[in-house]
């Protein structure tokens, strides 16, 4: 036992902390408990735990909204042919200048 505070643990007392006149057998030494780092873990944990399933909740509901306009854009994009009118087929018409027999400048 080198070091003195292993020494008041188990239990020898050093003359020198006995003052002068006391009887040895009446001297009690009272040890503090040792610091328990139970509290402190438990609460970093609970913090990590915390952020994590926040972060997991924010994710989820901004993947189900995207889910949502993703959905919501392909019916669309179903629907508007038939809401402008021609069951789903769009023409456009190209007019094109009447030839008067007179053929086109050939590009050189």
């Known amino acids: 036992m080198i070091r003195p505070d292993a020494q008041l643990r188990a239990g020898h007392i050093p ?8 009887d040895p057998r009446t001297v009690v030494i009272v040890h503090t408990a ?14 990590t735990v915390g952020v994590g399933a926040t972060v997991y909740l924010v994710t989820a509901a901004v993947l189900s909204l995207l889910q949502v306009a993703a959905t919501t854009a392909l019916a669309l994009k179903a629907a508007i042919p038939a809401l402008i009118g021609g069951g789903g087929l769009i023409s456009f018409a190209i007019k094109a200048p009447k030839s008067s027999g007179k053929s086109l400048p050939k590009k050189r």
């Open 15 to 22: 003359a020198d902390l006995i003052p002068p006149g006391t």
């Open 34 to 47: 040792p610091r328990s780092y139970t509290g402190p873990v438990l609460l970093i944990l609970a913090g």
